[in-house]
Nanobody, 116 residues
């Protein structure tokens, strides 16, 4: 069974930084594309960033130039480095992968709050 566990959320002031981590188990991590999504209150879940098994990345327009997604296949973990955070980045952040057997797999989510 696929398990994704996020960590690293919290409260940060505008302009600050956070790094989120997502530890994966139950999959051959190195061959899977992985992604970060977020959902703010009253809004739909949206793509933040994705990274392919080969290391190619793509980002949502609102985070380009501020966020960086990366992965460490040796640790079965991928990351989201978030810099220059804004109040609009406040949301629950989820990690995601798509399994041929289980379909869309999600972590439990981690809260990121950007506020002074």
């Amino acid at each position: 069974q696929v398990q994704l566990v996020e960590s690293g959320g919290g409260l940060v002031q505008p302009g600050g930084s956070l790094r989120l981590s997502c530890a994966a188990s139950g999959i051959i991590f190195r061959i899977y594309d992985m992604g970060w999504y977020r959902q703010a209150p009253g809004k739909e879940r949206e793509l933040v960033a994705r990274i392919t098994s080969g290391g190619s990345t793509n980002y949502g327009d609102s985070v380009k130039g501020r966020f960086t997604i990366s992965r460490d296949n040796a640790k079965n973990t991928f990351y989201l480095q978030m810099n220059s955070l804004k109040p609009d980045d406040t949301a629950v952040y989820y990690c995601n992968t798509k399994s041929p057997l289980y379909g869309d797999c999600w972590g439990q989510g981690t809260q990121v709050t950007v506020s002074s």
